[in-house]
C-alpha cells in the first residue's frame, strides 16, 4: 500500500510542481513587495515631529501622544545623533506616562522619559552648544522636567535648564511669549527650592512681558 500511495504521489509531483512553485513564487512576491517600500521610505521631517508634538502636549489624549510618539521614533531611528529629537521624544514618554492606566506602566514610561530627556540634552549639548536648537531643547526638558512629580526629584535639573535659558545670549532673542515662559518658570522653581526672594523678582520680569503666561505657569506651579 505505501509502494503505492509513493507511487501516486511521484506521478503527481509533475502536475501539481508548478501550482505549488507558482503559489510560493507569489508569496515571495508579496513579501518581497511588503518590504521593499523600506529601501524608499523617508522619515517624517523634523517640521512634522515638532507639529505633531504641539498637537499632542495641546491636547494631551493618548491617540496624540501615541501619534507624535509614532512619529518621533521614525524621527530619531533616522537621526539617532540628533539630542534636540530625542528630548522631544523623552518628553513624550513622559506624557504617555501621564495618561497610563498601569502604575507599573506610569513608572516605566517616566523612567523611559527621564531617561532619554537627559540623553539629548546631553547630547544636545555637545552637538548644538548654545545654539536655538539647544535652548529649545532645554525648554522641553525643563518644563517636563517641572511637571514630573517632585518625589522623582528633578527640580534641580529644571531649575538648572531654565537658568541656562535666561542666561544665554539667545535669550533677547527668543519670542516674548518664551522669554515670559522661561522667567515664569525660573521663578516657579527658584520658590520651590526656597527661594522666595529671587523667583519673585524673576516672576516680576515676566509679567512686564505677558501678564497671562506669567500668571497660569505661576498658578500651575504652586
Known amino acids: ?28 512576491t508579496c513579501t ?12 517624517p521631517t523634523w517640521e512634522q515631529v515638532h507639529a505633531a508634538y504641539g498637537i499632542a502636549r495641546e491636547r494631551g489624549d493618548a491617540a496624540s501622544i501615541d501619534a507624535a510618539l509614532e512619529m518621533a ?17 523623552g518628553s513624550l514618554a513622559a506624557m504617555s506616562a501621564r495618561v497610563a492606566w498601569l502604575p507599573w506602566k506610569k513608572l516605566s514610561l517616566l523612567n523611559e522619559g527621564i531617561r532619554q530627556m537627559d540623553e539629548g540634552i546631553a547630547m544636545a549639548s555637545r552637538t548644538v552648544p548654545g545654539t536655538p536648537q539647544e535652548i529649545d531643547a532645554r525648554m522641553v526638558h525643563g518644563i517636563t522636567s517641572a511637571r514630573i512629580p517632585r518625589t522623582f526629584g528633578r527640580g534641580g ?11 544665554s545670549p539667545q535669550f533677547p532673542r527668543l519670542q516674548p511669549q518664551h522669554q515670559a515662559t522661561a522667567l515664569s518658570w525660573l521663578a516657579v ?13 524673576i516672576l516680576q520680569r515676566a509679567l512686564a512681558i505677558d501678564a497671562a503666561i506669567a500668571r497660569a505657569i505661576s498658578q500651575e506651579g504652586e
Open 189 to 201: 522653581m527658584l520658590k520651590r527650592s526656597g527661594n522666595e526672594a529671587e523667583g519673585q523678582s
Open 1 to 28: 500500500m505505501r509502494l503505492h500511495v509513493a507511487r501516486l504521489l511521484v506521478f503527481r509531483l509533475p502536475v501539481i510542481a508548478p501550482a505549488f512553485v507558482l503559489a510560493w513564487t507569489l508569496a515571495l
Open 73 to 89: 521614533d521614525a524621527f530619531t531611528a533616522a537621526h539617532p545623533q540628533d539630542g534636540v529629537a530625542l528630548t522631544y521624544r
Open 32 to 43: 518581497l513587495a511588503t518590504l521593499a517600500p523600506a529601501a524608499t521610505w523617508a522619515a
Open 157 to 167: 535639573a529644571a531649575l538648572g535648564d531654565f537658568r541656562f535659558i535666561v542666561n
